[in-house]
Nanobody, 124 residues
Framework: QVQLVESGGGLVQAGGSLRLSCAAS????????MGWFRQAPGKEREFVAA????????AYSESVKGRFTISRDNAKNTVYLQMNSLKPEDTAVYYC?????????????????WGQGAQVTVSS
């Protein structure tokens, strides 16, 4: 089974940048799409970004489009989320997740493995 471990969270001022990493164990990583979700206090978990198996198909939520970039390195079994121009409303726990094999999904019901989460706090 694939296990996922996020890293790279932290505290940053508004306008700053952070890069999250999600390392996957197991050889099946490259067979699946990967996604990032986030959950702010008192809110439901929401889709942020997803990448297909090759990284050739990408999807973003409207709230992060143009500021965040998802990428993956299948040789390193790692997916990244580069977050620029951060805003206080980006404050949340960020989760990476293992998605469907054949397509990119915005629905968390399509994701079968989840990391433990990484806290991102953006101060104003």
């Amino acid at each position: 089974q694939v296990q996922l471990v996020e890293s790279g969270g932290g505290l940053v001022q508004a306008g700053g940048s952070l890069r999250l990493s999600c390392a996957a164990s197991g050889r099946a990583f490259s067979y699946y799409s990967m996604g990032w979700f986030r959950q702010a206090p008192g809110k439901e978990r929401e889709f942020v970004a997803a990448a297909s198996t090759s990284g050739g198909t990408i999807a973003y939520s409207e709230s992060v489009k143009g500021r965040f970039t998802i990428s993956r390195d299948n040789a390193k079994n790692t997916v990244y989320l580069q977050m620029n121009s951060l805003k206080p409303e980006d404050t949340a726990v960020y989760y990476c997740a293992l998605g469907p094999a054949g397509w990119v999904s915005r629905s968390e019901t399509q994701y079968t493995r989840w990391g433990q989460g990484a806290q991102v706090t953006v101060s104003s």
